[in-house]
């Protein structure tokens, strides 16, 4: 930018003059003239007051800490009061305040606009109207994408300086057209052949390859492949936690049915309750003996419902005393 460029659009007027009767010096506010001391106000009253109640601690050295004062408390009387101490009126704005005084602005007639430099033709300046013959030959292109899926590849890329698009839809369907048509039909005979069960839903694809492209950025780097795909990520760490939890559940079920049928078992297999329903009964023998025969009722449960067996047991000492 020239140094002589003026770039204020605006500029005081230089005619203009401050008028006489212009103060400057006027406060912004002044006290009010109305306002009167509220009835009951104690002028005389500090404040402050010393506490009464407070005494000189004994350990209190006048000529290392000084003078003892007995420490400031509020003034009990300023509590009942309107207020304590000098009254001042309160401030209002002042009616002929003006400030400092400032001519009024006006147009600047140095003013020339925003600076901007000159524009020249570019000579670097390119267009497709024009014939590249300049441009050096290249064999390679480069595309710059966003998307989640990697691995993502391209082919049949056409370079032409031809502007009539009917030749290059003719020439888009002579070359690729006819690949496209046979890569088609290979996947629908592939699949034919595959049969039904195993054909692969646009879902399942879609799924195997965002799996595929979670784990290669995984390897390299965790963070950002969580962060690409936190739902998915998500999801696995659900069938990771999941997994552990399911089998742990199951386990306990199972356990808790074996228990249970075990003891159902050994009650249905027969567990013998004995109960003495008879007592002891002498009888005699033919040879003037005694013999003792202890009586006992044995209810049996089994398979078959419960029994009841009655069963006589002679006393072994008294049969050989006999």
Same mark, same amino acid.
């Not at 350990?59 to 300023?78: F, L």
């Not at 074996?258 to 007592?279: C, H, L, M, R, Y």
């Not at 078959?304 to 050989?320: C, F, L």
């Given at each position: ?6 770039? &204020? ?29 509220? &009835? ?85 300046? !390119? ?14 292109? !480069? !595309? &710059?994408?966003?998307? @989640? ?50 054909? @692969? ?24 492949? @969580? ?20 089998? !742990? ?43 003792? @025969? ?29």
């Amino acid at each position: 930018m020239p140094e002589d460029w003026v770039t &204020e659009k605006k500029i005081r007027d230089p005619d203009q003059r401050k008028p006489d009767d212009w103060d400057e010096s006027a406060p912004k506010q002044i006290d009010d003239p109305n306002a009167v001391m509220p &009835e009951g106000w104690l002028e005389g009253e500090p404040l402050t007051i010393e506490d009464p109640d407070a005494t000189k601690p004994e350990t209190w050295n006048d000529e290392e800490a000084g003078e003892w004062k007995a420490p400031q408390i509020p003034n009990p009387k300023c509590k009942e009061a309107p207020g304590c101490g000098p009254w001042h009126p309160p401030h209002i704005d002042n009616p002929e305040y003006k400030g400092p005084w400032l001519a009024d602005l006006i147009d600047n007639p140095l003013y020339k606009g925003e600076w901007t430099p000159k524009k020249i033709p570019n000579p670097e300046h !390119f267009t497709t109207d024009s014939i590249p013959a300049g441009i050096a030959p290249f064999s390679t292109l !480069f !595309f &710059e994408l966003w998307t @989640v899926n990697a691995n993502a590849m391209f082919d049949n890329i056409l370079v032409t300086t031809e502007t009539n698009l009917e030749l290059i839809d003719n020439f888009t369907k002579a070359t690729h057209g006819l690949k496209s048509e046979r890569e088609k039909a290979a996947e629908k005979a592939q699949a034919k052949k595959l049969g039904e069960h195993e054909r @692969v839903s646009p879902e399942s694809q879609f799924t195997l390859e965002a799996l595929t492209a979670f784990w290669d950025i995984f390897q390299s780097d965790p963070i950002k492949a @969580v962060t690409n795909f936190p739902i998915l990520f998500g999801c696995i760490m659900m069938v990771i936690i999941g997994i552990p939890v399911t089998l !742990f559940t199951v386990s306990m079920m199972g356990s808790s049915s074996t228990v249970s049928t075990a003891t159902q078992s050994k009650k249905d297999d027969g567990e013998t309750d004995t109960k003495e329903k008879e007592p002891e009964v002498v009888k005699k023998s033919a040879g003037g003996g005694e013999t003792v @025969v202890k009586r006992q009722r044995r209810t049996t449960r089994g398979s078959e419902g419960e029994a009841e067996v009655e069963v006589e047991k002679v006393d072994s000492d008294e049969t050989a005393n006999n």
